[in-house]
């Protein structure tokens, strides 16, 4: 592959992702490598930059993540950010210092002349977060940036292309930041930013045809925003070679079935089969009301129908996952997958005893270049930037018994809250938005009439990620239109409530 590549080396630090993100937001591919990664294995990777992450360590530390000095002599550019400076510093004999106190938080910051500062005012404001400093810069180093407590805030050896800064440049709060990291990737790495979503589709596609050939690839297709680009991109690659499966589970949102019919089948003009299983799963279920028991006999169901459906095809080779680079990251398989395929024989929530290979076209993409590519593949907006659905979808937020009665009611609650949070503007800024059929009945009045009918929940919240979240600060007038069309517009509710939990302690989902 011909293309430009920087490495992050994980030192363990919060914002290590965040560098990645500015790295291919300035269009240049870069993948997150762990700090014990073998020198030979970078050295064949052939990197034009590397760049060294923040973290908890001090380099005095009994078991502090360290670096094979040859690194700083490949001539390839080395970045060290916080820890990664003072490793860097340590490593190259200058002298890091413990202080007395932790310097955190937004500090002013003179910059001196740089090619790492290029184009940027010199009296600005940077982020610090660290307790160790660097007190003295390594023979051959010059200083180039200072603040009141830091002497070293930054550190150059501009001959053999070593940066250091102490500070963040990652994180917004550093006053243009993300200038340092374009700088260094494009006036110390001599890089030209031609990685882009274009590129990748091309790149991946060609990739795809090269593993694939001619052979049969099965996809599990949810209408969720990971696997509907995973198999709009293969099928771009393989056309009707790729064979998608829909399992209709009768717990889906309102029209939602209809929809991923639609997209797939006429506008990409897809092999898609949808499987009609609404019965299958309401009687399975019928009469539980426990959570894990409900996800579990989903879940199983899945595995059955859709086993019944891929037999019916006859042989397939490779299966689509819709994998995505935090997946990856998280799971400790270290570097994204330099391939688009790999070789497993059990695959979460599918078949145990089929022996497919896997295809994962987004192993190597954030949620947010996953949902750049969708629309780069012409997939439109609302599919795009759906929020996430969980895979037992309904059934895990009729809490209780799930009945088919209850999940219609839910679903065109949840149709109109959703409608009125796009019209306000706010789908996009929230996370996650849904609602919760919590199987409570209260007593309302409507016209004269004492009525006696479901409570409906609603839930909203801000994230990045989805581990941690915030109760999304909904504005009166937006929250007042939705209880007041759900109870008008919804039969059987008289009643809407707002979930202000955070989680932790809470959870997203309610079950
Ligand atoms: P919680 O409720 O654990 O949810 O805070 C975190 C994220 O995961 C989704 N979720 C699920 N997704 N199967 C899934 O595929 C499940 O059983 C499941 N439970 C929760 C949830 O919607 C949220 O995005």
Redesign the pocket.
């Known amino acids: 592959m011909n293309r430009e590549l920087v490495l992050v080396v994980d030192f363990g630090g919060q914002y290590n992702q965040l560098i990645a993100r500015r790295v291919r937001e300035a269009n240049v591919y870069c993948e997150i490598i762990p700090f014990n990664y073998p020198l030979e294995k970078i050295k064949e990777k052939n990197p034009s930059g590397i760049i060294f992450t923040g973290g908890p360590s001090s380099v005095y530390g009994e078991n502090a993540p360290m670096v094979n000095k040859e690194l700083f002599t490949l001539g390839i550019p080395v970045l060290g950010i916080c820890y990664g400076a003072q490793l860097m510093a340590h490593t190259l004999e200058g002298n890091v210092t413990r202080a007395d106190k932790r310097e955190y938080g937004k500090t002013k910051i003179k910059y001196e002349d740089s090619k790492l500062f290029k184009g940027m005012k010199s009296d600005s404001v940077c982020w610090m977060s660290h307790t160790d400093y660097i007190e003295k810069a390594p023979a051959g180093f010059t200083c180039s940036a200072s603040t009141a407590d830091c002497p070293v805030a930054a550190m150059e050896n501009v001959e053999q292309k070593l940066y250091a800064v102490q500070f963040h440049p990652e994180v917004e709060h550093t006053e243009e930041g993300f200038k340092i990291i374009r700088n260094f990737l494009y006036e110390v790495c001599g890089l030209k930013g031609t990685w882009t979503m274009g590129s990748f589709v091309d790149e991946k596609v060609k990739e795809i045809k090269a593993a694939v050939g001619d052979k049969k690839v099965l996809c599990a297709l949810s209408g969720g925003v990971d696997s509907s680009v995973a198999a709009v991109l293969v099928h771009k690659a393989i056309g009707d070679n790729l064979t998608c499966i829909f399992v209709d589970h009768g717990l889906l949102r309102k029209d939602e079935g209809d929809q991923v019919e639609s997209i797939f089948k006429e506008h990409f003009h897809m092999h898609l089969i949808r499987v009609n299983a609404q019965e299958r799963f309401l009687s399975k279920l019928a009469g539980v009301a426990e959570p894990e028991a409900k996800?579990k006999i989903i879940?199983e169901e899945f595995i059955r129908v859709f086993e019944e459906e891929s037999h019916k095809l006859g042989k397939m080779d490779f299966l689509v996952q819709g994998t995505i680079y935090p997946d990856v990251i998280e799971s400790g398989s270290g570097e994204s997958g330099a391939s688009v395929i790999k070789s497993h024989h059990n695959v979460g929530g599918l078949p145990e005893d089929v022996d497919f290979e896997i295809v994962e076209p987004l192993r190597e993409l954030f949620k947010d270049e996953v949902r750049l590519l969708g629309l780069e593949l012409g997939i439109a907006e609302d599919l795009v930037f759906r929020?996430?659905?969980?895979?037992?979808g309904l059934g895990?937020r009729v809490i209780g018994e799930v009945t088919k009665e209850k999940c219609d009611i839910l679903r065109e609650a949840d149709a109109i809250y959703m409608e009125e949070l796009k019209k306000a503007g706010l789908y996009r800024e929230i996370?996650?938005a849904?609602a919760v059929l919590p199987d409570v009945m209260t007593v309302g009045v409507m016209g004269d009439e004492r009525t006696y009918s479901h409570l409906v929940g609603l839930r909203a919240v801000a994230s990045s990620d989805?581990?941690t979240?915030d109760w999304y600060k909904m504005p009166y007038e937006v929250l007042e239109r939705i209880s007041t069309r759900i109870v008008n517009e919804v039969e059987h509710v008289n009643r809407v409530v707002y979930d202000i939990t955070s989680?932790p302690p809470?959870?997203?989902?309610?079950?």
């Open positions: 996800r879940g929020h996430p659905f969980p895979g037992p895990i996370w996650q849904f989805g581990m979240v989680k809470g959870t997203i989902e309610w079950e």
